[in-house]
């Protein structure tokens, strides 16, 4: 291992002879040494035996430039071929909308997938809070978001103290609508027993007259149009008034704009809730 600065000097024959072969013995062994060569020149080669790294000066002399470990096959440049990385590997984040075989990074990706990601999000249920149905008159779920295209309300043991339907208004904001509804309409059959229908055009109405009877099912209100506002609700209830009955309830609404909040009310106004939850599930 040797160095030399590469200028020989006019000296005697015999230092001359001397340092022309340390001049030799430094380039065969490419200027390694624990320390920089003294004399640096463009490209010089410079295996640096106290970091074990090999090294090049670069094009205007003036910094080295690092190639990879003395030791390793290649100084641990990765192969054209099937090259296998290790750490962290980074590459160019490709342009949005490119389809080439360019590798792309994993910022390409999550720009790429973002909006997808974002719609799967947005498209998958959300279960709200349970909110009990033992006292008032009425239960509002607020804070509905804008792209909500289907809401259910998932009644659970639900009764009043005394007779009235059920009402289930939507509302813009914070303000329930409690007119316009059209098709509102509850129809109720006893097993064996008689056939009970009402109508509403307040709301959509959920036939529940009497305060024994106790319900439990599920209202689905859906979104009819991609740019309007019209919703349609369609309802299955099983209720117990010591017989078995079935509760079928309908009705359409256009509202002024996205809903932001679904309120179920007592049609009476004067009936409580005394029994039971009520919750909610958008999608």
């Given at each position: 291992m040797s160095q030399h600065d590469y200028n020989v000097s006019n000296q005697s024959f015999a230092a001359?002879?001397?340092d022309v072969n340390n001049a030799f013995v430094a380039s065969a062994t490419n200027n390694s040494g624990p320390l920089e060569p003294s004399t640096p020149y463009a490209f010089m080669d410079w295996p640096d035996q106290s970091t074990g790294l090999w090294k090049v000066r670069n094009s205007s002399n003036t910094a080295w430039v690092t190639i990879g470990p003395i030791d390793q096959v290649g100084y641990g440049l990765a192969p054209l071929a099937s090259?296998?990385?290790?750490?962290?590997?980074?590459?160019?984040?490709?342009?949005a909308g490119n389809s080439t075989v360019q590798i792309a990074n994993t910022a390409f990706v999550a720009g790429a997938l973002a909006p997808v990601?974002?719609?799967?999000?947005?498209?998958?249920?959300?279960?709200?809070?349970?909110?009990?149905?033992?006292?008032?008159?009425?239960?509002?779920?607020?804070?509905?978001?804008?792209?909500?295209?289907?809401?259910?309300?998932?009644?659970?043991?639900?009764s009043q103290s005394s007779a009235s339907d059920i009402?289930?208004?939507?509302?813009?904001?914070?303000?329930?609508?409690?007119?316009?509804?059209?098709?509102?309409?509850?129809?109720?059959?006893?097993?064996?027993?008689?056939?009970?229908?009402?109508?509403?055009?307040?709301?959509?109405?959920?036939?529940?007259?009497?305060?024994?009877?106790?319900?439990?099912?599920?209202?689905?209100?859906?979104k009819l149009d991609a740019s309007?506002?019209?919703w349609l609700a369609t309802g299955q209830f099983?209720?117990?008034?010591?017989?078995?009955?079935?509760?079928?309830?309908?009705?359409?609404?256009?509202?002024?704009?996205?809903?932001?909040?679904?309120?179920?009310?007592?049609?009476?106004g004067t009936a409580a809730f005394d029994l039971g939850s009520i919750n909610i599930v958008i999608e």
């Open positions: 001359f002879r001397a090259p296998q990385f290790s750490g962290t590997p980074t590459a160019p984040t490709a342009a990601a974002a719609a799967v999000a947005s498209a998958a249920p959300v279960l709200g809070t349970m909110q009990s149905s033992t006292s008032g008159t009425a239960i509002n779920f607020t804070g509905i978001p804008s792209y909500a295209r289907r809401v259910t309300l998932l009644f659970n043991g639900v009402l289930v208004q939507l509302g813009v904001s914070t303000t329930a609508t409690t007119s316009g509804y059209t098709h509102g309409q509850s129809v109720l059959v006893f097993t064996g027993g008689p056939t009970t229908v009402t109508t509403s055009s307040a709301g959509i109405p959920i036939l529940n007259f009497l305060p024994s009877y106790i319900i439990t099912g599920q209202l689905v209100i859906n309007g506002n019209t099983t209720t117990t008034a010591g017989a078995i009955g079935a509760i079928t309830s309908t009705g359409v609404v256009s509202l002024s704009g996205a809903p932001g909040m679904v309120r179920v009310t007592t049609a009476a």
